[in-house]
């Protein structure tokens, strides 16, 4: 049996789904937010073992017999609606998250990409952008700080080509309405509001001209990159997460062997069957190391360069099936 | 201290004490003129830095230096927000519109302007129509076929008048786009293409069956103009229309029935209709000859882009529609 974790809304699932129904392998998509509101688990133990059934609304599914997890975007486990004092649905939320953890470090499957806390590390730019460096990816000339006093002595060795990033995502409001802060290029006003950085670390990193970005989809040994040409867009030039559908192109690329080999062992060297890297490749033709997301998106990836991700984890996911 | 000391003292604490929101620098304005006032040596202009995509402004004030010269200041305070916070831009600041899950952003909407054909429609409405296709394709991943690609050239071409090499060329260079963006560019409106395409022929027969009369094959004509036309017969509408006075506007013509002008779209042939007032004129019409509709493959295409615009009409009035801009 083969579990996919996932909102019930995720489209991604939905390019995988039927390729691993044309192989013909068990599939149960839960979303882990139905916990315990509408699904239930039971983990007993009795002399020489311990069996864990979760009840969902497909019907009962031992859990040993699971031989691969796909933990894509599943939703926080949440109480039932009319658990209603705040207090509650915390102390319900906790307890169930707790036992799901548990639960899912007791099955003696392959997860795709981790479980939860490997990814959790992977996660952290300051962490994999020095395991990056120890394996030899090239990677700018970058400072995490909340020290006012850090950043011009960063604007000026950047030779006032510098961005400011965000230490992980995250949402907010001004005056009511959600914001964003995406890559930029700082400008001498920026440097006047020195002094808010105290308040939160940010990541300083030298502008990386590029010819273009590139996202690396590396599933277990496979690996697949796309270039996206956000040169050709005054949108997205400085963040391809601006889309600008119409002008940017995206293509399959061929990385050289040694960068090919380095993001593979990045993924590995995580304990992730799965990781998507983002890479800067210079006019100069160095391939430099921006950041790994663990569980980042692939689909866009698929959709638009025809490379095909989907199948190879459909075909990682069933490997345990078939063997069986 | 001296008196320029004082000067810049006292202007930090304006910079400090005005109010950072765009919808409040006209009140800003005015401290800084009052303050102009009371510093009358100082020369102070305040320059008022609008930052896009945020409600956030800067402010600098420029002030003659004593000996000379200009200070420029700048005095943020801290409010207690976050630098890239401070820094950030509102979640749409380079988007137009959102339509369901397609958010179309400045430079698509850009383009797509000079993609839209559509006379009876506001381009408001149209770029709304294309961002519904753009839902329904965004997670096809069929691939496009080299008959597909050519078919969605072909037309953009012809619909642009860019009918040989170099006035595509031309007309590329005029947009800003290279040879492969162009490319890309068809595959997107090749793959709407393709959905519009299958979604006629999938809704046809099932929309032919519902609204057969509107298929009905009729030849009619009809007038507007000044004059009250009162005929019995076709045949002596026609014979009035060129002995009356006053400018009128005559058609005859072939037309699937449900395209006829309103009184027309059900009458039997040899029928009239009017006079009826239109516009600050008056209507008359006749059918000539009304053919029932057929099953053929241009009655099917006919009835397909009608049950396209059903459908379309139809998914508007679910959609969820947020102009950010306007």
Redesign the interface.
């Known amino acids: 049996m083969i579990l996919i974790l996932s909102e019930r809304l995720d489209d991604t699932v939905d390019l995988v789904l039927p390729k691993l129904r044309r192989r013909n392998v068990p599939v149960t998509w839960w979303d882990s937010g139905d916990f315990p509101a509408r699904s239930r688990l039971t983990a007993a133990f009795s002399a020489g073992g311990h069996r864990i059934t979760l009840h969902t609304e497909d019907g009962p599914l031992d859990l040993s017999t699971v031989t691969a997890v796909w933990r894509r975007r599943p939703t926080r486990s949440a109480a039932s609606a009319n658990v209603s004092e705040p207090t509650h649905r915390a102390h319900v939320d906790w307890q169930a998250q707790f036992l799901l953890d548990g639960a899912w470090d007791l099955i003696p499957a392959r997860w795709l990409p981790s479980r939860r806390e490997p990814e959790r590390q992977a996660h952290n730019k300051i962490i994999h952008m020095a395991r990056a460096a120890s394996l030899g990816f090239s990677v700018p000339e970058t400072v995490f700080t909340n020290d006012p006093a850090e950043l011009v002595p960063a604007y000026e060795r950047a030779e006032g080509r510098l961005i400011a990033k965000q230490i992980n995502s995250d949402s907010f409001t001004v005056d009511g309405a959600d914001h964003r802060t995406y890559t930029t290029v700082l400008t001498r006003r920026h440097l006047t509001s020195r002094h808010l950085l105290r308040h939160e670390p940010v990541i300083l990193q030298p502008y990386v001209p590029k010819a273009v970005e590139l996202r690396v989809i590396v599933v277990a040994e496979k690996v697949f990159a796309a270039e996206i040409d956000s040169q050709a867009s005054r949108t997205a030039r400085e963040d391809w997460r601006h889309y600008d559908d119409d002008r940017v192109r995206y293509a399959a690329h061929e990385l050289p062997g040694d960068v090919r080999r380095r993001c593979a062992e990045l993924v590995a060297s995580f304990g992730l069957t799965y990781g998507a890297i983002d890479l800067i490749l210079t006019p100069e033709g160095e391939y430099v190391f921006l950041e790994i997301n663990p569980n980042g998106a692939w689909g866009f990836v698929e959709t638009r360069t025809g490379l095909p991700i989907s199948d190879a984890i459909a075909d990682w996911l069933a490997q345990g099936e078939s063997d069986e | 201290m001296s008196d320029f000391g004082a000067v810049l003292e006292s202007g930090v604490e304006l910079l400090r004490r005005l109010p950072r ?1 765009r919808a409040r620098v006209e009140e800003a304005r005015r401290a800084a003129a009052e303050w102009g006032n009371e510093h009358p040596a100082a020369g102070a202009q305040l320059v008022v ?1 609008v930052r896009p995509g ?3 402004v ?1 402010y600098d004030l420029l002030l003659a230096h004593p000996g000379g010269g200009t200070v420029a200041l ?1 005095a ?1 305070s ?1 409010e ?12 749409a ?2 988007q137009l519109v959102s339509v369901d899950d397609v ?1 179309l ?4 909407a850009l ?2 302007l000079r993609s839209l054909s559509r006379r009876d429609m506001t381009p408001h409405d149209e770029i709304v129509d294309q961002c519904l296709i753009l839902n329904e394709v965004m ?3 069929e ?1 496009l076929t080299t008959e597909d690609l050519q078919a969605a050239a072909d037309e953009f071409r012809r619909g642009r008048g860019l009918y040989d090499r170099a006035a595509t060329v031309a007309w590329l260079e005029q947009m800003g ?2 040879p ?2 162009f490319e ?2 068809i595959g ?1 409106i090749a793959r709407r293409r393709r959905f519009r395409r299958r979604k006629e022929a999938e809704l046809a027969p099932e929309y032919l069956a519902g609204h057969r009369s509107r298929f009905d094959r009729a030849r009619a004509v009809w007038a507007v103009g000044s004059e009250r036309w009162t005929a019995a017969t076709p045949a002596e509408l026609l014979a009035m229309l060129p002995a009356s006075t006053g400018e009128a506007q005559v058609t005859i013509g072939d037309r699937w029935a449900g395209e006829l002008p309103e009184p027309l779209r059900d009458a039997e042939a040899g029928a009239v209709a009017g006079p009826v007032e239109q516009g600050t004129g008056f209507f008359t019409g006749a059918v000539l000859n009304r053919r029932p509709a057929e099953d053929d493959a241009e009655t099917l295409a006919a009835a397909g882009r009608a049950a396209f615009a059903a459908w379309l009409a139809e998914r508007r009035g679910r959609a969820s529609i947020e102009w950010h801009w306007l």
């Open positions: 929101r830095d945020t409600p956030v800067d700048t943020p801290d207690g927000v976050p630098w890239l916070i401070e820094h950030s831009t509102h979640w600041a380079g958010h952003s400045v430079a698509q383009t797509m997670s096809d991943d691939p786009m290279s492969a963006q890309e560019y997107g």
